[in-house]
């Protein structure tokens, strides 16, 4: 039986959609550090865990994302573990015209950086926005809340960067944009999917009202250079 793409969604967005983003072989890729930490290796095979560890910079690290156990190169040394679960879009909940959302652009990556660093909604990098989709609400002028895309493995699209200023919490904001972007998702003809932490269970009752629900756990690893 042949792999799903979400099973292993790094390498499979690395491999096709997103292969302009990516640095490595038919390996082991990484994205370019500006944009993602995100990594995977091919397989578990020697000679593919070998070039993962390859791919580990000098500062920092690399995250890995996947179904199941995953792998650790020999050279590395595992900084974080967590379970995750996988959710996918089954019927969602539809959305209308709201005048408080707008695009995100090039112009707005200061603070969507800022509003990501603050909130840690998971890794955001200087040029994260470049993965697309990108909406927002700003309240005063500020930025209070955004979502956006990215992971793309065949067939799907991560609704991903989903956070809210605490000074904006409890308006309803990040449901209003999750549910923008995956119905945009959809309308493409792809199934929007999404990743939270397995002990974030107020996220994952929201994504559950929105019409999400739980494929699968996932492993998260944190690594870094031995």
């Known amino acids: 039986m042949s792999e799903h793409p979400l099973d292993r969604p790094i390498w499979d967005a690395l491999g096709h959609r997103h292969a302009g983003f990516a640095l490595g072989d038919m390996r082991a890729r990484r994205y370019r550090a500006d944009i993602s930490p995100f990594a995977a290796a091919r ?25 199941g156990t995953i792998a650790v190169p020999p050279g590395a040394v595992v900084e974080k573990q967590a379970s995750g679960v996988q959710m996918v879009a089954g019927a969602l909940e539809p959305d209308g015209p709201d005048d408080r959302v707008v695009t995100l652009t090039d112009a707005d990556a200061p603070e969507m950086l800022a509003l990501a660093t603050l909130t840690e909604p998971g890794p955001f990098l200087a ?8 909406i927002g609400v700003r309240i005063d002028g500020r930025l209070a809340a955004m979502a956006g895309e990215r992971l793309k493995p065949q067939g799907h699209c991560e609704v991903s960067g989903v956070c809210t200023h605490p000074e904006f919490r409890g308006r309803g904001l990040a449901g209003l944009l999750s549910r923008i972007v995956a119905n945009r998702i959809a309308a493409r003809g ?24 739980i494929r699968t756990e996932v492993s998260v690893l944190v690594l870094r250079r031995a």
């Open 43 to 67: 397989d578990a095979s020697p000679e593919a865990l070998a070039a993962l560890a390859a791919l580990l910079p000098t500062e920092g690290g690399i995250v890995l994302l996947e179904a």
């Open 127 to 134: 040029n994260t926005h470049m993965f697309g989709g990108f």
């Open 190 to 213: 792809e199934t929007p999917f999404l990743h939270a932490y397995a002990t974030n269970t107020g996220a994952i009752r929201l994504y559950e009202a929105l019409g999400f629900r």
